[in-house]
């Protein structure tokens, strides 16, 4: 019963998915060109949205509840893949596309309620922390590692600040958005 009920969940929040498809698509593509690293993401992303379309689409006539929950997983995480990509290219910390793993957490809360919604936001939130990271690491020297660290920890520092402020903003939404997902059902 409980796969059931997701499904159905799962059904109605198939525009806001193809919406995120939409806007990460025209990010990738049209305000970044298309940049080689991210073609496979893209690509591992859009197969991943055509799949649970198409599984959603069949789900009436067949069996397909424990597959559209993989394919709906498998969705969120190259989604955030994607998005870890763009946030990396555009600017790291200041990146203005940060918003949009604020879309990724909404939608879980629509398919997984608030301890998904809450699973998704601690994966957002260690994602942009990796890539904020990422970011101020210039080469692979240990070094660069631990000062970089560093730099990201220290007290003074906006980027601490920037890095706090969005893991916040992150877990607010995830809680306001899966407590109000939890009050529809």
Do not use: C
């Not at 498998?74 to 893949?81: D, R």
């Not at 879309?103 to 936001?121: E, P």
Request: net charge positive.
């Amino acid at each position: 019963m409980a796969v059931t009920d997701r499904t159905q969940r799962i059904g109605w929040f198939v525009p806001l998915r193809l919406g995120s498809f939409i806007i990460l698509f025209a990010v990738v593509v049209f305000w970044m060109r298309y940049p080689q690293f991210l073609h496979f993401y893209l690509m591992l992303y859009s197969v991943a949205t055509l799949a649970l379309v198409v599984l959603l689409a069949l789900q009436r006539r067949l069996r397909v509840t424990r597959a559209i929950a993989i394919v709906t997983a498998v969705q969120f995480l190259t989604e955030l893949a994607l998005e870890s990509g763009i946030i990396y290219a555009t600017g790291n910390v200041n990146s203005p596309f940060s918003a949009l793993f604020i879309l990724t957490i909404v939608a879980a809360a629509l398919a997984y309620r608030l301890v998904g919604t809450l699973i998704v936001a601690s994966l957002v939130s260690l994602a942009y922390t990796f890539i904020i990271w990422l970011g101020l690491t210039s080469t692979a020297d240990p070094e660069f590692s631990l000062q970089a660290l560093g730099t990201i920890f220290s007290a003074r520092d906006g980027v601490f600040y920037a890095i706090f402020l969005h893991i916040l903003i992150f877990y607010l939404v995830a809680f306001i958005s899966g407590y109000l997902a939890e009050r529809l059902k």
